[in-house]
């Protein structure tokens, strides 16, 4: 299959790494000393699984990779809209686009400008990161949940599934990936928020009672706004929520503390602003969610003047 990974970071990098060794055909669209260094060095994943490195071919121009049977669309939710434009060269007539991006509104954005039956809907579940130019550092997870946007059964998505699996990539399409990425979202509003707000780890977080009382508010509250915006979310996803923050490692941050405190931009608006801009509309109160938009707001682009 003829796959084409835009945003190779920690989480293009890494699946579209998978992808190469197990031989399909890959492109990834990079920049700066990463697109360097994959070029000189390979693409390099430093993983519990085991390291490997791959030589793949990088670009940062999409026009010159033609049309594609995949696109794995990995950019930050703040690129959304320029790295859709950027795409328009490798889509064919039947090439999807498979977002794995954070938020719950990327697909729709993308869908704006590439069209909406080209576009997949996709949760990752990975930590990883780039570790320094050409290297990607894995250190847990490695699932993929993805379906249409209709919620349509899809002979594509079960080629997909297969191609990942042949990767040995956990794969699952989704028969309701709305429910799927608001799952999803609910989990990382509340770690991202918190681990930025307090620039502490997990474990500390879970271990003072008026900060794990904080995080559980910020779950309930974004299950009540998804609830509320008319996606149908399970009985349980506040408790299964925060089991599965309980099973994190102590050390854990997010990639939103990484991203404040190496000084670059945040998914901020994609996170809290989004939840918050349609609690608002929806007339839903969100205390929590309102003050950590409200304390990062300032960071938003990288440090304040």
């Given at each position: 299959?003829?796959?084409?990974?835009?945003?190779?970071?920690?989480?293009?990098?890494?699946?579209?790494?998978?992808?190469?060794?197990?031989?399909?055909?890959?492109?990834?669209?990079?920049?700066?000393?990463?697109?360097?260094?994959?070029?000189?060095?390979?693409?390099q994943i430093r993983s519990p699984s085991g390291d490997f490195t791959i030589q793949v071919p990088a670009t940062d121009d999409p026009g010159g990779i033609g049309p594609?049977?995949?696109?794995?669309?990995?950019?930050?939710?703040?690129?959304?809209?320029?790295?859709?434009?950027?795409?328009?060269?490798?889509?064919?007539?039947?090439?999807?686009?498979?977002?794995?991006?954070?938020?719950?509104?990327?697909?729709?954005?993308?869908?704006?400008?590439?069209?909406?039956?080209?576009?997949?809907?996709?949760?990752?579940?990975?930590?990883?990161?780039?570790?320094?130019?050409?290297?990607?550092?894995?250190?847990?997870?490695?699932?993929?949940?993805?379906?249409?946007?209709?919620?349509?059964?899809?002979?594509?998505?079960?080629?997909?599934v297969a191609v990942l699996e042949r990767a040995k990539v956990d794969a699952q399409v989704s028969e309701d990936i709305h429910r799927t990425l608001w799952e999803k979202?609910?989990?990382?509003?509340?770690?991202?928020?918190?681990?930025?707000?307090?620039?502490?780890?997990?474990?500390?977080?879970?271990?003072?009672?008026?900060?794990?009382?904080?995080?559980?508010?910020?779950?309930?509250?974004?299950?009540?706004?998804?609830?509320?915006?008319?996606?149908?979310?399970?009985?349980?996803?506040?408790?299964?929520?925060?089991?599965?923050?309980?099973?994190?490692?102590?050390?854990?941050?997010?990639?939103?503390?990484?991203?404040?405190?190496?000084?670059?931009?945040?998914?901020?608006?994609?996170?809290?602003?989004?939840?918050?801009?349609?609690?608002?509309?929806?007339?839903?109160?969100?205390?929590?969610?309102?003050?950590i938009y409200a304390a990062l707001k300032p960071s938003l682009n990288g440090p304040p003047a």
């Amino acid at each position: 299959m003829k796959i084409a990974v835009i945003g190779a970071g920690g989480i293009g990098g890494y699946f579209g790494a998978r992808l190469a060794q197990a031989g399909e055909q890959v492109s990834f669209i990079a920049r700066g000393a990463h697109l360097r260094a994959i070029g000189v060095h390979g693409l390099q994943i430093r993983s519990p699984s085991g390291d490997f490195t791959i030589q793949v071919p990088a670009t940062d121009d999409p026009g010159g990779i033609g049309p594609v049977d995949l696109v794995l669309f990995c950019v930050k939710s703040y690129d959304t809209e320029s790295a859709g434009e950027a795409i328009r060269p490798m889509l064919g007539a039947e090439t999807a686009v498979l977002c794995l991006q954070n938020g719950v509104d990327n697909e729709e954005k993308l869908a704006r400008i590439v069209g909406p039956g080209h576009v997949l809907g996709g949760a990752a579940y990975i930590f990883s990161f780039i570790g320094g130019p050409g290297i990607i550092e894995h250190t847990s997870g490695g699932r993929i949940v993805f379906g249409e946007m209709d919620r349509s059964p899809s002979e594509r998505c079960q080629r997909f599934v297969a191609v990942l699996e042949r990767a040995k990539v956990d794969a699952q399409v989704s028969e309701d990936i709305h429910r799927t990425l608001w799952e999803k979202y609910c989990f990382i509003c509340a770690g991202a928020g918190l681990t930025s707000l307090t620039r502490l780890p997990m474990g500390v977080i879970r271990d003072c009672p008026e900060t794990w009382a904080l995080y559980r508010q910020v779950v309930e509250e974004a299950i009540t706004v998804g609830r509320a915006s008319g996606v149908v979310l399970p009985p349980d996803l506040l408790v299964r929520t925060l089991a599965m923050a309980q099973r994190l490692d102590s050390g854990a941050y997010s990639s939103m503390h990484y991203d404040l405190t190496h000084g670059k931009r945040l998914e901020l608006e994609a996170l809290h602003g989004h939840v918050v801009r349609l609690a608002r509309k929806l007339g839903v109160a969100t205390p929590a969610c309102s003050v950590i938009y409200a304390a990062l707001k300032p960071s938003l682009n990288g440090p304040p003047a």
